[in-house]
């Protein structure tokens, strides 16, 4: 069997390879599956629904070969606080409307543009998801009872501290069984799902010997059917859209960069190259898809990526089969995943947020004492004080003022030429990109120079990449002002896109054609020229 594009090649030997894999990471995505669909506040076979189409759908449609999609970590704090606001049959819609939103994205060829986000911001709120994730998850790890569900970190924190006094030793126990299972197993034997051993193991004996003593998947959420629900589309109303889109314009943007930043990774550990805009619509369709059966969204999960990469993926058919073995579980032992404790759960996610917290970059990004470090801490303190789309919308207000005061203090203007030639020629260079940062304050610089008046004033501007319509605005009234002083502008070195740019808004016409030269040489030897014309 041949196949062509990302299946080029394909033969029996490469699905075996594939079918290991699917297998490998089908297994540990079940566990996942559930735990982060209720810690999004929705029973727990929705994750695993989630997990079987979004991640058949994503290996299909997508632009990685090696991408594994489902619901993910990142997805939570926003998803519990939809469900919280909207209701779970509104977060369905939202999640139709941001698949409608990635799919445009994609066919915009929007993909490029999220690779373009500063790191900083990327780590602040993936840390600061990390802490939400693992917070939510102390509640279930003591047992705690009759807590009040809050979308807030303070308020949820206060409830805990509230209900310490209710702190179930059997839960606790339980956890710290399922923790400690998930800890040695990785060293032990490095190639078994950990996070799965830890449940069975803890599940079993909370079952033999805390029977009826700690919280169950069934007991708090019912027992998980053995089969996939019934196509069903929900009512969407114009108002529903209008209400709902702002939360699918946020699961979009974070589905995207949740993503594309696994394709990246992706790409790094196999050194291929994905297609970021078919990537974009891949997720789209998944996640159209996927609420029509009750899923909840999903995009690319960055550690079962890798998990599928080191395990000898081939092709998405790993993806596809990874699907069909958490579909064949669900068929087949879902009355067992039922009696799994939810203190059981909670280490499993506590160990997911400290293994996506960016720990480390984050501390090394800290030592360089930067103005990074402001972004990054402000970016990570919002998403955890406030909301994940706060955080991201300041954190990149934040780069763009940085960046600008860093763009206008690296811009020079200086007097090229001085002597007795001052007082019938001016030379001033500029250094550096002409933009709204800097525009004014080269516009002063120049007019501080050219003070005396000077007949001719000569501007070398070799050295500006960049030019906005603000600083072409600047540069027009210097113009101006020399023109209606009696003098002369020249122009030399002008670059293509500076130059595009006076063109289209007229200033190039105004100057004049012939006052604009390649080098200062012929400037001057056309000055000198017209000051001896014998």
Known sequence: ??????????????????????????????????????????????????????????????????????????????????????????????????????????????????????RPVTIGFTAGIAVIIFSGQIANFLGLSGLEKHEDFVPNMKEIALHLTTTNGYSVATAMICLAVMLIVPRVLPKVPASLIGLVVSSAIAAFFFDGKVATIGSSFGDIPSMLPQLHVPAITWDRITTLMHPALVIAMLGSIESLLSAVVADGMTRTRHNSNRELIGQGIANMITPLFGGIPATGAIARTATNIKNGAVSPMSGIMHGVVVFLVLLLFAPFASRIPLASMAPVLMLVAWNMSE???????????????????????????????????????????????????????????????????????????????????????????????????LLQMDKVPFMDLTGESHLSAVVKHIKTSGGKVLITGMQPQPLAIIQSTGLHAAIGREHFFEHPTKALDSVMLRANPS
């Open 1 to 118: 069997m041949k196949g062509k594009g990302r299946f080029a090649g394909y033969n029996a030997a490469a699905f075996r390879k594939d079918a290991v894999s699917g297998l490998i990471v089908g297994i540990i995505a079940i566990p996942l599956g559930m735990a982060f669909a209720i810690a999004t506040g929705v029973k727990p076979e929705y994750g695993l629904y989630t997990t079987i189409i979004a991640g058949i759908c994503i290996s299909l449609f997508g632009g990685s070969k090696y991408q594994i999609g489902g619901p993910t970590g990142a997805f939570i704090p926003i998803l519990f606080a939809i469900v919280l606001q909207y209701g779970y049959e509104n977060l369905l819609i939202a999640g139709f409307m941001a698949g409608v939103i990635l799919v445009l994205m994609g066919l915009c060829k929007l993909g490029t543009l999220i690779t373009y986000i500063p």
């Open 359 to 457: 720990r480390k970059a984050f501390v090394h990004m800290l030592k360089t004492k930067s103005s990074d470090v402001v972004i990054l801490l402000i970016t990570f303190l919002l998403t955890v004080f406030t909301t994940v789309t706060t955080a991201v919308e300041i954190g990149l207000l934040l780069t763009v003022v940085l960046f600008a005061k860093r763009m206008r203090d690296s811009v020079k203007t200086h007097v090229v030429q001085e002597g007795q030639s001052l007082s019938q020629l001016g030379m001033v260079a500029i250094e550096g990109p002409f933009f709204f940062g800097s525009a004014r304050s080269v516009e002063k610089s120049i007019m501080d120079m050219i003070a005396h008046r000077p007949n001719v004033v």
